[in-house]
């Protein structure tokens, strides 16, 4: 039996996804202070609150033309996501891939996300 942590961490998953992969819709279960890591390996460095990781999301969105959930596990307020991403990158190269997405929820909101993905395939495929 699930818990109401989980159920609600799964409901705010939910609208996420459903909202991002219509492009549209996901921003409204993301916390203010919300902290991002991943998309630059070399650089940890979170982007905090939530226009920083909108404007995260505008540059990545470009690349995506559709997502799937291919996995999803939740343990109260934490989460795992496998999503399953196909891209075209600028210079024409149409690549299928999955990112690991781990996330915390906390008071009804998505506060946190940390990615890992092949991060050699994008900076080969998008110019500098």
Wanted: aromatic content about 12%; proline content about 3%; glycine content about 8%.
């Amino acid at each position: 039996m699930e818990n109401s942590t989980s159920t609600s961490t799964k409901q705010l998953l939910e609208t996420y996804y459903h909202g991002f992969a219509r492009k549209e819709g996901w921003e409204s279960v993301i916390a203010d202070d919300f902290t991002f890591i991943g998309g630059n390996m070399t650089n940890p460095e979170p982007a905090v609150g939530k226009a920083a990781y909108i404007e995260v999301i505008k540059r990545f969105s470009r690349t995506f033309q559709s997502m799937r959930v291919k996995e999803m596990i939740i343990d109260g307020s934490n989460a795992c996501v496998t999503g399953n991403y196909d891209f075209i990158f600028p210079n024409g190269a149409a690549i299928n891939g999955d990112v690991a997405e781990i996330w915390k929820a906390k008071d009804g909101k998505l506060i946190s996300l940390r990615i890992f993905f092949d991060t050699l395939t994008f900076d080969k495929n998008i110019p500098k």
